[in-house]
């Protein structure tokens, strides 16, 4: 059977994908990257996103607020992702979280509009794709709080489906509190960077809540670094990911392929 990957965690409305979008597509599906989540980073690319995944087969969406953006989110914006939320392409809220190496938001700012986002999330039962920099701990302990607080949200529980915590740099002990609650994590194509600082978490937690993704455009992996990334190029990151854990290609894809699918609800 030929392999079928998901590519968790791909910024496709970014002007990068403007001119080839239908041959990025088609070389995902070649490649054997089948469904596509979008996460958007404000009211304006989740409006893109939703209506991208409106007419393409296969690629879903996040909608929500990055931290970037927090500083300039309104109440308004708030209630435009509720709203979006409930559009049936829409599979989780994001990307939301905290950024504390940019800043680019005042942090109180950040962890208030992080918290009303996993309000929403909570609210329509939608998982929720996270961002973190140099904020783990307390992302971590901001979406235990709110797993805790709401136990019938997405399930609940070690087998919960509430979340991913995407391009993950946490210790393994910070894996498994997120595992616990519900969570799932994601690796991009940093693993394929030399000497990655990654790779012993990866191998120390094993596969059984992790999700693959590109983060296109951005975090490229070898031997493509310095060019844009896009979907296709997952299958790297899928075969640094079976030698690291030591298991095949087939098992990697098998299993990543099971977890996105379970945590999106993917159709
Ligand atoms: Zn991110
Ligand atoms: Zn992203």
Same mark, same amino acid.
């Given at each position: 059977?030929?392999?079928?990957?998901?590519?968790?965690?791909?910024?496709?409305?970014?002007?990068?994908?403007?001119?080839?979008?239908?041959? #990025?597509?088609?070389?995902?599906?070649?490649?054997?990257?089948? +469904?596509?989540?979008?996460?958007?980073?404000?009211?304006?690319?989740?409006?893109?996103?939703?209506?991208?995944?409106?007419?393409?087969?296969?690629?879903?969406?996040?909608?929500?607020?990055?931290?970037?953006?927090? %500083?300039?989110? &309104?109440?308004?914006?708030?209630?435009?992702?509720?709203?979006?939320?409930?559009?049936?392409?829409?599979?989780?809220? %994001?990307?939301? %979280?905290?950024?504390?190496?940019?800043?680019?938001? @005042?942090?109180?700012?950040?962890?208030?509009?992080?918290?009303?986002?996993?309000? *929403?999330?909570?609210? =329509? +039962?939608? @998982? *929720?794709?996270? /961002?973190?920099? !140099?904020?783990?701990?307390?992302? #971590?302990?901001?979406? #235990?709080?709110?797993?805790?607080?709401?136990?019938?949200?997405?399930?609940?529980?070690?087998?919960?489906?509430?979340?991913?915590?995407?391009?993950?740099?946490?210790?393994?002990?910070?894996?498994?509190?997120?595992?616990?609650? $519900?969570?799932?994590?994601?690796? @991009?194509?940093?693993? &394929?960077?030399?000497?990655?600082?990654?790779? $012993? &978490?990866?191998?120390? *937690?094993?596969?059984?809540?992790?999700?693959? =993704?590109?983060?296109?455009?951005?975090?490229?992996?070898? @031997?493509?670094?310095?060019?844009?990334? !896009?979907?296709?190029?997952?299958?790297? &990151?899928? /075969?640094?990911?079976? !030698? #690291?854990?030591?298991?095949?290609?087939?098992?990697?894809?098998?299993?990543?392929?099971?977890?996105?699918?379970?945590?999106?609800?993917?159709?």
């Amino acid at each position: 059977m030929p392999q079928s990957f998901v590519d968790s965690h791909a910024h496709l409305f970014y002007e990068d994908f403007a001119n080839d979008l239908e041959d #990025v597509l088609a070389r995902a599906r070649d490649s054997g990257v089948m +469904d596509i989540v979008v996460p958007a980073t404000n009211v304006v690319t989740s409006e893109q996103s939703l209506a991208l995944a409106q007419r393409t087969e296969r690629v879903a969406v996040a909608v929500g607020i990055h931290p970037h953006e927090a %500083g300039k989110m &309104t109440d308004e914006d708030l209630q435009r992702i509720e709203e979006f939320s409930r559009a049936p392409e829409v599979v989780a809220i %994001g990307e939301i %979280g905290l950024d504390f190496h940019y800043d680019f938001a @005042p942090r109180d700012v950040q962890r208030a509009r992080f918290r009303s986002q996993i309000g *929403i999330a909570v609210q =329509e +039962d939608l @998982p *929720i794709i996270v /961002h973190t920099r !140099e904020s783990m701990e307390e992302a #971590v302990d901001i979406v #235990v709080e709110a797993a805790n607080a709401s136990p019938g949200w997405c399930a609940g529980g070690a087998d919960g489906r509430r979340g991913v915590f995407h391009c993950f740099t946490g210790t393994a002990e910070q894996a498994k509190l997120l595992f616990d609650a $519900g969570f799932y994590v994601s690796y @991009p194509g940093i693993l &394929t960077f030399k000497n990655s600082p990654v790779l $012993g &978490t990866l191998r120390e *937690i094993g596969l059984d809540r992790v999700l693959l =993704e590109t983060d296109a455009p951005y975090l490229t992996p070898a @031997p493509f670094r310095g060019k844009r990334n !896009e979907p296709s190029y997952l299958l790297y &990151t899928a /075969h640094k990911m079976a !030698e #690291v854990v030591e298991t095949t290609v087939d098992d990697v894809a098998a299993v990543t392929t099971r977890n996105a699918r379970t945590l999106f609800a993917l159709r």
